[in-house]
């Protein structure tokens, strides 16, 4: 049986679960724009692991685009998850 609210009323709605979670969004805007830099930031760390030959990272060519290639992916998928949680 589930769980019922401790006030029950009419508003409580299937629609209103994330009232809160969207009332935060909106006041604090920049904890988006953060978070999409930060996933940014996670691609370009990527491409740069890619690119720059050795460097402080003494891996073999082949670890290296590996490392760059998880990199860009899960800097890809925390850009959607941030487009998709603040931007819509």
Not at 35 to 56: D, N, Q
């Amino acid at each position: 049986m589930p769980p019922h609210p401790p006030f029950p009323s009419d508003d409580d709605g299937p629609d209103d679960r994330f009232a809160d979670e969207r009332v935060n969004a909106r006041a604090r805007p920049w904890v988006g724009y953060f978070a999409l830099a930060l996933s940014l930031a996670y691609c370009a760390l990527g491409v740069a692991v890619a690119v720059v030959p050795g460097g402080r990272l003494p891996l073999s060519p082949t670890a290296r685009h590996v490392l760059a290639g998880v990199l860009v992916v899960y800097g890809a998928l925390r850009v959607r998850r941030v487009i998709n949680r603040y931007y819509r």
